[in-house]
């Protein structure tokens, strides 16, 4: 089964910065890491869903949700089968459980347990 | 950006009801279409693609239906798992978006 582990959450200042990393396994049934896009997703607290970002297979094209263009970056590291979200100038409203997922094909096909993200002062 | 619009945004029902769920797009998405379901605490769990092709390992009770702009959930005999919120997702374009839920709730 796929697997992917998310981490890096934790408690920021408003401004400040994290680094997500997004550690993937079980890509055995199927095409293996290099070949899928990979995709950032969040929820703030009781609220729905928020596509992010995404990632081509070869890293060569990205994609960002308004809200956080030119603060976030997405990367990946094949070699290493993951998948990252630097973070900067955080703001309040970036508060969420940020999920690292695979895109399947237009959906989303495996989720992490997702790492919780809190910018408070 | 695509908006995806859930009704009824709650719904009371009863193990063995039929309930369906309905997700609208502000503009055409062809069938590219998904459904997720969310229970508290856990990730989103990939129930429908496509509009209407089930995830392997997903009970056959869930159906979709549904292309361009209006896409349906069906329930048919909903257990006492089924109960979580439900979430539907366009792929046509980026950014892809989701709709706002649908909480299942029990009568």
């Known amino acids: 089964d796929v697997q992917l582990v998310e981490s890096g959450g934790g408690l920021v200042q408003p401004g400040g910065s994290l680094r997500l990393s997004c550690a993937a396994s079980?890509?055995?049934?199927?095409?293996?890491?290099?070949?899928?896009?990979m995709i950032w997703v969040r929820q703030a607290p009781g609220k729905g869903l928020e596509w992010v970002a995404n990632?081509?297979?070869?890293?060569?094209?990205?994609n960002y949700v308004d809200s956080v263009k030119g603060r976030f970056t997405i990367s990946r590291d094949n070699a290493q089968k993951s998948s990252y979200l630097q973070m900067n100038s955080l703001r309040v409203e970036d508060t969420a459980v940020y999920y690292c997922?695979?895109?399947?094909?237009?959906?989303?096909?495996?989720w992490g347990q997702g790492t919780l993200v809190s910018v408070s002062s | 950006d695509i908006q995806m619009t859930q009704s009824p945004s709650s719904v009371s029902a009863s193990v063995g009801d039929r309930v369906t769920l309905t997700c609208r797009a502000s503009?055409?998405?062809?069938?590219?279409l998904a459904w997720y379901q969310q229970k508290p605490g856990e990730a989103p769990k990939l129930l429908i693609y496509?509009?209407?092709h089930l995830q392997n390992g997903v009970p056959s009770r869930f159906s979709g239906s549904g292309s361009g702009t209006e896409f349906t959930l069906t329930i048919s005999g909903l257990q006492p798992e089924d109960f979580a919120t439900y979430y539907c997702?366009?792929?046509?374009?980026?950014?892809?978006?989701f709709g706002q839920g649908t909480k299942v709730e029990i009568k």
């Open positions: 997922a695979r895109d399947g094909g237009f959906y989303i096909d495996s």
């Open positions: 503009q055409p998405i062809a069938s590219w």
């Open positions: 997702q366009q792929g046509n374009s980026f950014p892809w978006t």
């Open positions: 990632i081509k297979a070869d890293g060569s094209e990205k």
């Open positions: 079980g890509f055995t049934s199927g095409l293996p890491f290099n070949r899928y896009w």
């Open positions: 496509v509009a209407s």
